[in-house]
């Protein structure tokens, strides 16, 4: 169970950092990509850091099914790589994002297919929120917009919605599993 509350209080964290990114974006987009890259960046560092480290702090049987060391080595690459080359990575946000968001979506997916199987009545209302999430993150893959100003405004306001809808993802999936232990 301490797992389960790390992990939603890690989620919860990214999700608030997401809603406040996107809302400086939207209300300041002129506020330099280069800028919001290497917060990223310094974002994936932490990360990083955080998995290799908790995969050194656990016992070998804790590890044996956990992927800690090459997600946390994954993380410090790309946000190094970030920090490093943010004028080249700041080309491709609008990608990178996008298929951030896209991989989120398909992990929410999953947890909408849960809530079904475990007949919850309102499992859709869920699926509703993962696939508007999952075409806003599609729509930065495939159509770039022109323009700095609008493609940040845009990124904003998909990063409010997406850290938006996994912090009521948190608090409906809590609720749901509570009605469902008896909790």
């Not at 809603?19 to 919001?36: F, H, I, M, R």
């Not at 994002?97 to 849960?114: E, F, K, M, T, Y």
Request: charged share 10%.
């Amino acid at each position: 169970m301490a797992k389960i509350r790390k992990l939603k209080n890690a989620i919860a964290g990214i999700s608030v950092m997401y809603v406040l990114l996107g809302v400086v974006l939207t209300a300041k987009p002129e506020t330099s990509t280069v800028t919001v890259c290497q917060i990223f960046g310094a974002i994936g560092l932490i990360l990083g850091a955080i998995r290799i480290a908790v995969f050194f702090r656990g016992t070998p049987s804790d590890n044996l099914f956990q992927f800690d060391l090459v997600q946390g080595i994954a993380y410090a690459l790309v946000g190094a790589f970030m920090l490093i080359s943010p004028r080249k990575v700041v080309s491709l946000l609008h990608m990178v994002l996008g298929i951030g968001i896209v991989i989120d979506s398909l992990l929410r997916l999953q947890l909408a297919a849960n809530l079904k199987r475990l007949r919850h009545e309102q499992w859709w209302v869920y699926l509703t929120f993962t696939l508007m999430t999952a075409v806003l993150g599609t729509l930065l893959i495939c159509y770039p917009f022109e323009g700095s100003v609008v493609l940040t405004r845009y990124v904003g306001i998909s990063l409010v919605v997406n850290g938006a809808v996994n912090l009521w993802g948190i608090v409906y999936i809590t609720r749901v599993f509570r009605n469902w232990s008896g909790v």
